[in-house]
Nanobody, 117 residues
């Protein structure tokens, strides 16, 4: 069982920055693809960014060039650095771990990001 705990959300003005963190219950990065999703009110949950065990990153087109996913193996944590935030980035952000060989996946409880002046 993998446990994921997000932190770092909050209220930020348009154009500002936030860094989200996701702490995993152990060193799982060698076996899991780590992903960030977000869900705005009344909308579906969408993939924002992904980081494979080999270090390959992918981003949604809406955040490319503004968001960066990274990890710290020593802290069993992944991060989402969000710059140039826009009101449309407002959502609950979820951390996800996906084990490709078995399709098992785990979710954190989410952290709320609000971009507003």
């Amino acid at each position: 069982q993998v446990q994921l705990v997000e932190s770092g959300g909050g209220l930020v003005q348009p154009g500002g920055s936030l860094r989200l963190s996701c702490a995993a219950s152990g060193n799982i990065f060698g076996a899991y693809v780590m992903r960030w999703f977000r869900q705005a009110p009344g909308k579906q949950r969408d993939l924002v960014a992904a980081l494979t065990s080999g270090g390959t990153t992918t981003y949604a087109s809406s955040v490319k060039g503004r968001f960066t996913i990274s990890r710290d193996n020593t802290k069993n944590s992944i991060y989402l650095q969000m710059n140039s935030l826009k009101p449309e980035d407002t959502a609950v952000y979820y951390c996800n771990a996906l084990r490709l060989v078995s399709s098992e996946q785990y979710w954190g409880k989410g952290t709320l990001v609000t971009v507003s002046s």
